[in-house]
């Protein structure tokens, strides 16, 4: 189990490999099946995730335990993160389009796409159910985000080879790439008990 | 009282200033960080297609578009919106331009499942390089269309299909001459041809006759009878393979006629054209 107590590299490993949140979880499905047809593209999308992850983390935290909890409002936190995740991502969009005109051409389209994106509240969320302090919570994060990315490129890479397979027609499409993933979520299931996690 | 505060107050007061808070965020830094997009990139973008083809050889049209900002740009380098979109932009920019005539791209090979022989049944990685590569394709002829759909994949207009004979027919009313199917045929079946060209020739074998004659029953032997019967002296037969030269045809069909291997085609002019290609094409899962 996550705590205060345990080691900031065993939390980023539980977070990232053992826990992961595509293949151990199952959330963020709509994004992991969506935009994994290409190698390019799902990289593109993992690093936006892995940036807007962290920042709706590290303003999430504050907002519940400042103003939230002293309010006794702990009931509104979904209400109360979405608005904020959603306010940041905007921000980073103009900020990003103003300051580093090439990150936006490469992150520019994904970046509205993961306001909605269920993984970025799930960690905001999973923070604060842990108890965790603010460093750790972005530990924390900064492994469900890493966790995010190796398993989106991992799917779009193990796709654009079996895009070229002779895929019997029952399964061509989404089908495969379910077995695919579940494939996948079964090797991961191995990490599952390592250091107690 | 204190519960209605509790309850009511304070939860609509928290939220509500919060939401204000972000929104009055928002607008300052709006202020701060807004870009003033050139009003001119915005007019380019919504005249190209924005399939994001990339035959301009610019990443996407927005690549494509930048360029036409800067100076002494040509209007006609995106080839899948053809003349049309070439006009609008010289509009655009304001500078004048000469028509071009529009090409489609042309599928040289006819020789469905009846017609060609085959050498193995292929049954591996679906796509056309990788036949090719295993003993030249499953057909005996090497210059025949594998029809796995290599070129339908890369099309970005859906203009491609493979017909029930196992073979990629053009839709040339979809095709927006992007030339991508050009670069991934292994065997560079597909040629670009004027649209008004209604008479191709649809074989690419360059075995000499008695060879051609025994991979396919529609295969072009070189023989030479459509080159002495063209009145305009349009056509020569290069190395075994008929040639026609797009600028001398005058579409007559004379050697429609004569060919004895009925290897030169006539399509139907306009709309027609489109129903015969189509009707017979199925798209394929890419």
Redesign the interface.
């Known amino acids: 189990m996550i705590s205060n107590d345990l080691n900031i590299f065993l939390i980023l490993f539980s977070a990232m490999v053992v826990n992961n949140i595509l293949l151990m979880r199952f959330i963020a499905l709509c994004s992991f099946f969506g935009i994994s047809n290409s190698l390019k593209t799902s990289m593109g999308m993992g690093m936006a995730v892995v940036f807007v992850m962290l920042m709706a983390t590290a303003v999430s935290w504050p907002?519940y335990h400042f103003?939230?909890v002293p309010?006794?409002?702990v009931y509104?936190r979904t209400?109360?993160f979405i608005?904020?995740i959603a306010?940041f991502v905007?921000?980073e969009e103009?900020?990003i389009?103003?300051m580093f005109p090439p990150l936006y051409r490469a992150l520019g389209i994904y970046l509205p796409l993961i306001v909605v994106n269920c993984a970025v509240l799930a960690a905001a969320f999973l923070c604060i159910d842990y108890k965790l302090d603010f460093g750790r919570s972005i530990v924390y994060t900064a492994g469900v985000s890493f966790g995010y990315f190796i398993a989106i490129v991992m799917f779009a890479a193990i796709r654009e080879v079996v895009?070229?397979?002779?895929v019997p027609?029952l399964f061509?499409?989404h089908p495969i790439a379910f077995i695919t993933a579940s494939l996948m979520s079964l090797a991961f299931l191995g990490f599952k008990g390592m250091f107690g996690l | 009282m204190s519960v209605l505060i509790r309850e009511v107050v304070t939860p609509f007061l928290a939220l509500g200033l919060l939401g204000s808070g972000f929104a009055v965020l928002l607008s300052v830094c709006y202020r701060f960080l807004s870009v003033k997009g050139d009003p001119k990139l915005d007019l380019f973008m919504s005249i190209l297609p924005g399939a994001n083809c990339g035959a301009c050889g610019f990443a996407g049209c927005l690549g494509f578009a930048e360029s036409l900002t800067r100076e002494g740009a040509e209007p006609t380098g995106c080839l899948a919106g053809g003349s049309a979109v070439a006009a609008r932009l010289a509009e655009a920019m304001g500078i004048s331009m000469e028509a071009q005539a529009e090409l489609v791209a042309f599928v040289a090979c006819r020789a469905g499942r009846k017609a060609a022989k085959k050498k193995y049944i292929y049954d591996g990685v679906d796509n056309c390089q990788a036949a090719s590569l295993l003993f030249g394709g499953d057909k005996e002829c090497d210059y025949g269309c594998i029809g796995l759909g290599s070129c339908v994949r890369v099309c970005p207009f859906d203009a491609i299909g493979i017909n029930e004979e196992g073979l990629a027919v053009v839709d040339r009313e979809k095709c927006r001459s992007c030339r991508k199917c050009v670069k991934a045929c292994p065997r560079q079946l597909i040629s670009m041809a004027p649209k008004n060209q209604t008479v191709l020739v649809a074989c690419r074998n360059l075995d000499k006759g008695k060879r051609a004659r025994e991979v396919c029953s529609i295969a072009c032997i070189a023989c030479r009878i459509c080159e002495k019967n063209c009145p305009a002296k349009a056509i020569t037969v290069v190395n075994n393979l008929a040639v026609i030269d797009y600028n001398l045809c005058t579409r007559c069909g004379i050697c429609v006629e004569k060919c004895p291997q009925k290897c030169i085609l006539l399509l139907p002019a306009g709309k027609a054209d489109r129903q015969e290609e189509v009707a017979s094409a199925a798209p394929v899962a890419a």
Request: hydrophobic share 55%; no cysteine.
């Open positions: 907002v103003i939230l309010l006794n409002l509104l209400a109360a608005l904020t306010t905007q921000l103009m900020f389009r103003r895009d070229h397979a002779p027609a061509k499409g």
